[in-house]
């Protein structure tokens, strides 16, 4: 029902900036919340940031707060992550995920139905 695609990863240094984008596509698309995951090598996906289905509230992982911005445009098809002062603890494969309808941004990937294929983020120190 609902089709997601991330893009905009890439290699980058310390302290640099990224922007990943996510393409949401399919039905009630404004009625679902959208949140950023991500994975590292060898450990468990981690909830990054989240943003409620109105726009608000927004949340993140208290290891990006005041780094990370999540955002989405007016037509709902877009979610991005604005990615500031990356350090290399942020490499990691990032997925879009969205909430079925009329659910919050939650924190676990449980709170999540549908995900996208990733798109890898490496930082270099």
């Known amino acids: 029902q609902v089709q997601l695609v991330e893009s905009g990863g890439g290699l980058v240094q310390a302290g640099e900036s990224l922007r990943l984008s996510c393409a949401v596509s399919g039905r009630t698309l404004g009625s679902r919340s959208l949140g950023w995951f991500r994975q590292a090598p060898g450990k468990e996906r981690e909830f990054v940031a989240g943003i409620g289905w109105k726009g608000d509230p927004t949340r993140y992982a208290d290891s990006v707060e005041g780094r990370f911005t999540i955002s989405r445009d007016k037509t709902r098809k877009l979610v991005y992550l604005q990615m500031s002062t990356l350090q290399p603890e942020d490499t990691a494969v990032y997925y879009c995920?969205?909430?079925?309808?009329?659910?919050?941004?939650?924190?676990?990937?449980?709170?999540?139905?549908?995900w996208g294929q990733g798109t890898q983020v490496s930082v270099s120190s």
């Open positions: 995920a969205a909430t079925n309808p009329v659910q919050p941004a939650g924190i676990t990937a449980d709170d999540y139905a549908y």
